[in-house]
């Protein structure tokens, strides 16, 4: 490897992309283009980034597998970035073992913390600690031990483990500062931020008040009767019932629990579970069967009974009812989660991420964009979303991430 090439590598591990462009920008051979490519990543020219590094990997040929397999690594480091969540990661496992065949450690270790970074992504916490549990930190250069502390961190966060997350993002930022890097830096003070914004909001008793993480953390884990509306679950010492795929019957105890301990007329709650602005007989026996059910879900965590006007909640394990609620209502609140990184999406990896279709996410997308509240850019496979973020607020934590308990 002659000195430019060394030396615009080293100016890309330091961070410094101009410095490396300066060396390599009018060389075409394929260790050249490999340094290019990553230098566009650095710099936001994603698209180029992707054709540069393609390009380096079809120059270096199959008889040099360690460069091919490091040019992978990189090309699906751009796509993460990107947000093509559905980039073959079959191709970056084969990678990641021909590095290791190789010696090559530390890029095998990058491409697992890519391959983890992407679990966390669409919500798949489990199998991220199974990965994250098999690599040890302690030899990496200091930009991968801060990457290995910041999914630590983001998965504590998603599972409201307060003080886990706090250091974690404590030694983030110190092997941070060690490593020199001013976007690593910056990546680490942004996570520091979403930590001590508010995450959600607790009502109770006709109030209402923003919540931080630890908050979060301590109402669920305290004797009260939550009624959750980040996950649509109802929680109690240590019983949970979920009703994310039930909506009506959420609703209704959402509705009664923020009454609590009076009770709610059943126009009031014939409007906000069917969205009716009138009711009739039809639509008050179809409210005494959805409290039925109700009560049958509810089951022993709370009851419910009928007053002379409507119903109300009866907490029968706990001697208080509060309502978890988002900290900003929003009709597609996980989306725009999503897009408060600052990150460009596409409809494919919005739709992997939310677990639902891509037809469903590009109808949403457009009305959104009609409305003002998200901007495309680009044109078919490559058109990306984004939104900036709501200014205050953790919006990461409105991801419906399963709770350990869940």
């Known amino acids: 490897m002659d000195s430019l090439i060394t030396a615009a590598?080293?100016?890309?591990?330091?961070?410094?992309?101009l410095g490396a462009l300066d060396r390599v920008a009018l060389r075409d051979d394929a260790p050249a283009l490999a340094l290019r490519g990553i230098a566009m990543a650095q710099l936001g020219d994603l698209v180029r980034a992707k054709a540069l590094v393609k390009s380096a990997a079809r120059a270096f040929g199959p008889?040099?597998?360690?460069?091919?397999?490091?040019?992978?690594?990189?090309?699906a480091e751009i796509a993460l970035a990107s947000r093509d969540l559905g980039w073959p990661v079959k191709a970056l496992e084969t990678a990641r073992l021909t590095l290791e065949a190789h010696g090559d450690r530390v890029n095998a270790a990058h491409a697992r913390y890519l391959q983890i970074r992407r679990w966390v992504l669409i919500g798949r916490l489990d199998e991220a600690d199974v990965l994250?549990?098999?690599l040890d930190p302690a030899p990496l250069p200091p930009v991968l031990r801060a990457a290995h502390e910041l999914v630590v961190a983001g998965i504590a966060i998603r599972r409201l483990q307060s003080q886990t997350a706090r250091l974690a993002l404590a030694r983030a930022e110190h092997v941070a500062r060690e490593a020199g890097?001013?976007?690593?830096?910056?990546?680490?003070?942004?996570?520091?931020?979403?930590?001590?914004?508010?995450?959600?909001?607790?009502?109770?008793?006709?109030?209402?008040?923003?919540l931080w993480l630890d908050e979060v953390e301590a109402v669920l884990g305290s004797t009260a009767l939550v009624v959750d509306a980040c996950r649509y679950a109802v929680r109690g010492v240590g019983m949970s019932v979920s009703l994310a795929r039930r909506p009506v019957l959420f609703t209704l105890a959402r509705a009664l629990a923020e009454a609590w301990p009076a009770d709610v007329s059943?126009?009031?709650?014939?409007?906000?579970?069917?969205?009716?602005?009138?009711s009739d007989e039809s639509h008050r026996a179809r409210l005494r069967v959805e409290v039925g059910r109700l009560r049958a879900a509810l089951k022993p965590l709370a009851g419910v009974i009928a007053t002379p006007r409507g119903f109300a909640l009866v907490a029968l394990v706990s001697s208080d009812v509060v309502v978890l609620a988002q900290p900003v209502e929003e009709r597609h609140a996980a989306l725009f989660a999503l897009l408060a990184d600052g990150e460009s999406w596409s409809s494919s990896a919005?739709?992997?991420?939310?677990d639902t279709s891509q037809r469903t996410v590009q109808r949403t997308?457009?009305?959104l964009a009609t409305a003002?509240?998200?901007?495309?850019?680009?044109?078919?496979?490559?058109?990306?979303?984004?939104?900036p973020p709501v200014p205050g607020f953790a919006t990461t934590l409105l991801l419906p991430a399963p709770l350990p308990s869940d």
């Open 9 to 17: 590598a080293r100016a890309l591990a330091a961070g410094d992309p």
């Open 63 to 75: 008889k040099e597998p360690l460069a091919r397999a490091r040019c992978v690594v990189a090309e």
């Open 132 to 134: 994250l549990a098999a």
């Open 181 to 210: 890097v001013p976007a690593l830096i910056g990546e680490v003070e942004n996570a520091v931020n979403v930590l001590n914004s508010p995450a959600a909001r607790l009502i109770a008793h006709g109030e209402e008040r923003p």
């Open 266 to 278: 059943r126009e009031t709650l014939i409007r906000r579970a069917f969205r009716l602005k009138l």
């Open 350 to 354: 919005l739709a992997l991420a939310l």
């Open 365 to 367: 997308l457009d009305a």
């Open 372 to 387: 003002g509240k998200v901007q495309p850019f680009g044109r078919g496979r490559a058109r990306r979303w984004m939104t």
